[in-house]
């Protein structure tokens, strides 16, 4: 134990929620080679031919994706890497090196990669240096995959990981391990890790900046997810405070358990229809506990981040209808893979800008055959008419033009191989780029629904990257135009008779509550941790009131001015 007793470290607080235990230090780049021997060769070979598989299949993967949009010259990386993990001489001098040394496949991979990637740095031509970097990938991505299994086991239960950045998929082997808590140096309140954070339940404290420098492995924490507050060395006095403020939250949530069957209206009856996110197949229980009307949301590239693969169109299938037959009779609204962004696939193109590259619907009508697996799989889950399908990151109406055309052509399709599904399954989009938003009345009159992303709707109209803490302030849910946008996307989809709905963050910040019922909002979908807080604070709401509020707050031209309208606000209905 190095730190000083109480030491006070602060951050974003990402999700909410209070836990107590011991540093777990995770780091992903600089992975340890061990010079370890072994003495089961014949074992460590096949270990070795299993990751060269494996990660022969994730670049297959990438490969695919990459040549549709690329062009043949510059996937061909990719295929270049591929024909090294077949290269013969590669092979037979790694499985020699393992018969005459006796050392783990890690180290040999590691050793003699790294001699190639030597020679070729020492190459005057700036061809051979750039491929080395192809070299180092493949050789990262031999001994990630050599790892993985290894690294699983590694992490011991109920520990507090500390790391620089998570990403999505990290949350998800985490909670395999029934990880407590999460404090990383790097990361913002709407990064997916986050976001992933909140649906599950555990405490998290993003960008705290030394994190990683100042906790060592073993020591206590207390995560305050609540203040964004990590304390290091509690002594036994902060111990038994954070306990009973533990004891407390879990009282108060039984307290809100009660109001599960009771519905989400206001006082003078006006009813929310308050659905829920679903990003982990693991959040289903939570579903059930909480009692939504239906989920609003189904991130399906995070679910499939569990699979580690693509899924086929019948693997697919498997889920959304196992989704939909639990969810029965509410509905569920699968949202089509949003690829990119910081939610990385097995695709690692190095984007600069990947928020503003190929993510979401660019990405799946580049690929259609992808695109087609996914549309095909959610109308063969349809038969019960309760899916709604919704693309993501829309900018134009012709990328809602094409994508009607392809479900279209697989409803002819699936027609013909007499499978059946909901001929008038419904169909909308998310708006979360600026341009969607001005023209929402184009699009309203297009599709059946629209559901609001707020999450990359700040992001992209106030230029802030909502997953970097150096900007975090910027990050202004309640900035005047993003209330103005809001009003404006609710009114035209209204006036359009196009059903409109929320499903960021934002909906689940009691704050922003009153304001969103008050803007003209009715369908509200959240993390499924936070349905029963929503659903307590809507049933305090005088709808009136919240009409005169939102009026209010169009006029202000501050994000201070606003905050404060809503804080006296949001005192008044809970002094109440
Ligand atoms: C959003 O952008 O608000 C949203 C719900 O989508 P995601 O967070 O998955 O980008
Ligand atoms: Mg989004």
């Not at 006095?237 to 949530?253: C, F, S």
């Not at 209206?265 to 996110?277: F, Q, S, W, Y």
């Not at 695109?371 to 309760?386: E, P």
Request: hydrophobic share 40%; net charge negative.
């Amino acid at each position: 134990m190095s730190s000083k007793i109480n030491t006070l470290l602060k951050g974003i607080a990402a999700a909410s929620g209070i836990t107590i235990g011991n540093a777990f230090i995770f780091s992903k780049e600089k992975e340890e080679i061990s010079h370890e021997s072994i003495d089961n060769v014949t074992e460590a070979i096949k270990h070795l031919e299993d990751a060269l598989a494996l990660s022969k299949k994730e670049l297959k993967k990438v490969f695919s994706l990459a040549i549709d949009k690329l062009g043949e010259k510059r996937a061909s990386i990719f295929e270049a890497q591929m024909m090294i993990l077949d290269d013969p001489v590669l092979i037979d001098n790694l499985k020699g090196r393992i018969r005459r040394e006796k050392k783990l496949p890690e180290y040999i991979v590691d050793d003699e990669i790294s001699k190639y990637i030597h020679l070729m740095n020492e190459a005057h031509e700036m061809y051979m240096k750039e491929r080395s970097l192809d070299i180092e990938d493949i050789k990262n991505r031999i001994i990630r995959n050599l790892k993985k299994k290894k690294w699983k086991s590694k992490i011991s239960s109920d520990v507090i990981v500390v790391t620089t950045t998570i990403s999505p998929s990290d949350t998800v082997l985490f909670t395999q391990a029934n990880v407590k808590g999460y404090v990383t140096d790097f990361g913002g309140l709407t990064s997916h890790a986050a976001i992933v954070a909140r649906s599950l339940n555990i405490p998290a404290v993003l960008g705290v900046n030394e994190a990683t420098s100042i906790i060592k492995d073993g020591d206590v924490l207390i995560v305050d997810g609540f203040h964004g507050e990590v304390i290091i060395n509690p002594d036994e006095e902060r111990i038994l405070i954070y306990k009973n403020k533990i004891n407390e939250l879990n009282l108060y949530d039984e307290k809100l358990f009660k109001l599960r069957n009771k519905p989400a209206e206001t006082i003078e009856g006006k009813e929310i229809c308050l659905r829920a996110n679903l990003d982990l197949t693991k959040e289903m229980d939570l579903i059930f506990r909480n009692n939504p009307k239906g989920i609003g949301l189904v991130r399906t590239e995070q679910i499939f981040e569990e699979y580690e693969a693509f899924p086929d169109e019948d693997e697919q299938f498997e889920v959304y209808n196992s989704i939909a037959q639990k969810i029965y009779p509410e509905n569920v609204t699968i949202r089509a893979f949003d690829i990119g962004g910081d939610k990385v696939l097995p695709v690692d193109l190095h984007e600069s800008n990947p928020f503003l590259g190929w993510r979401g619907i660019r990405l799946l009508l580049d690929n259609k055959n992808l695109f087609k697996s996914q549309i095909r799989a959610v109308l063969r889950a349809s038969q019960n008419k309760n899916i709604k399908l919704m693309i993501p990151m829309v900018t134009s109406i012709e990328e809602v033009f094409e994508t009607k055309e392809l479900i279209d052509q697989c409803k002819k399709e699936l027609k013909k191989e007499k499978k059946s599904f909901d001929n008038d399954m419904h169909f909308g989009i998310m708006i979360e780029i600026p341009s969607a938003a001005v023209l929402t009345a184009t699009f309203a009159r297009e599709v059946d629904f629209i559901s609001i992303g707020t999450n990359d709707l700040i992001q992209y109209l106030l230029a802030v990257d909502r997953g970097n803490e150096i900007v975090s302030k910027l990050y202004q849910e309640f900035h005047p135009a993003v209330i103005r946008t809001l009003s404006h996307i609710i009114k035209e989809g209204k006036a359009n008779d196009c059903k409109v709905s929320l499903c960021g963050e934002m909906g689940g910040d009691p704050l922003a509550l009153p304001l969103l019922i008050g803007l003209g909002l009715e369908i509200l979908s959240v993390s499924p941790s936070i349905v029963p807080l929503v659903k307590s604070i809507i049933r305090k709401l005088k709808y009136k009131d919240t009409l005169l509020l939102a009026d209010k707050c169009l006029t202000y031209s501050t994000e201070k001015e606003i905050i404060n309208e809503l804080n006296l606000f949001y005192n008044s209905i809970i002094d109440n």
